[in-house]
C-alpha cells in the first residue's frame, strides 16, 4: 500500500492549489483518510480530516478556505486549497490511519501509512 501525493507548488497569496492523494493497492476500506503539515521548524500539523461517511474536519486557520473531498470508491483524497496565505506554507502529508487491502483473497491491515509529502510554497 502506497499513498502518493501530488499538486503542490508554488501560489501567490489569495491564490489556490488542489492536493491529491492517490491509494495504490487493491484496497477494501479506508476510513478515514487525513492531510497534515509540516512547516520548516515547527511540528507536524493535521489540517483536515475526511472520513468515508462525509464528514470532515479542519484546523482553525484553514477553516473556511480549504475544503476536503474523498472519492472512497477510488480511494483518492483532495485537499483544495483557496485563498493561500504565506503561512500555509509547509510540506503537505497525505496519511491513512488504517488501511485494509486484499492480499491472495484475504483481508489485510496497514497502519499509520503516509505519502512522500508534497511542497506548497506561498509568496508573492
Known amino acids: 500500500v502506497q499513498l502518493v501525493e501530488s499538486g503542490g507548488g508554488l501560489a501567490q497569496p489569495g491564490g489556490s492549489l488542489t492536493l491529491s492523494c492517490a491509494v495504490s493497492?487493491?484496497?477494501?476500506?479506508?476510513?478515514?483518510m487525513n492531510w497534515y503539515r509540516q512547516a520548516p521548524g515547527k511540528e507536524r500539523e493535521l489540517v483536515a480530516t475526511?472520513?468515508?461517511?462525509?464528514?470532515?474536519n479542519y484546523t482553525d486557520s484553514v477553516k473556511g478556505r480549504f475544503t476536503v473531498s474523498r472519492d472512497v470508491a477510488e480511494s483518492t483524497a483532495k485537499l483544495e486549497m483557496n485563498n493561500l496565505k504565506p503561512e500555509d506554507t509547509a510540506v503537505y502529508y497525505c496519511?491513512?490511519?488504517?488501511?485494509?487491502?486484499?492480499?491472495?483473497?484475504?483481508?489485510?491491515?496497514?497502519?499509520?501509512?503516509w505519502g512522500q509529502g508534497t511542497q506548497v510554497t506561498v509568496s508573492s
Open positions: 475526511a472520513a468515508s461517511d462525509g464528514n470532515s
Open positions: 493497492g487493491n484496497i477494501f476500506r479506508i476510513n478515514t
Open positions: 496519511n491513512a490511519p488504517e488501511v485494509i487491502h486484499i492480499i491472495r483473497g484475504l483481508p489485510a491491515y496497514e497502519y499509520d501509512v
